[in-house]
């Protein structure tokens, strides 16, 4: 993942893997030819998990996962924090990058595997 010491650039793009998951999960649920409502549309145009979680109606079944596995509440926790502004952040460090890469492809705790679940 790292290979080429570019710590920021690893984390910006882990986290936008998390993105593309929430909003695949959104697309799936999106009838072929039908015209997405407005306000979903505006909840789901952000590049915030969380904001991106409540967009898709995930919220309840995050807050059961939360309580039923705490190592996922940890990786969540991690993952929440995640911000496509990422980018500009030179100070991200390579644990960093890990940690959040970790945390998202984790396959027992692993948020991108809870995303997936609901696909």
Do not use: Q
């Amino acid at each position: 993942m790292l290979d080429g010491g570019c710590s920021e650039g690893a984390y910006y793009l882990a986290g936008y893997a998390v993105e593309c998951a929430i909003k695949a999960y959104v697309a799936k649920r999106t009838r072929e030819h039908d015209f997405p409502d407005k306000a979903l549309i505006e909840k789901v145009y952000r590049h915030d998990p969380e904001e991106l979680v409540r967009g898709a109606g995930l919220e309840k079944d995050l807050r059961d996962e939360m309580d039923r596995d705490k190592d996922f509440a940890v990786n969540w926790a991690i993952v929440k924090n995640w911000s496509e502004k990422s980018r500009y952040n030179a100070s991200i460090s390579e644990e960093d990058a890990r940690e959040l890469h970790a945390s998202i492809v984790d396959p027992a705790h692993g948020v991108l595997e809870w995303l997936k679940k609901r696909w």
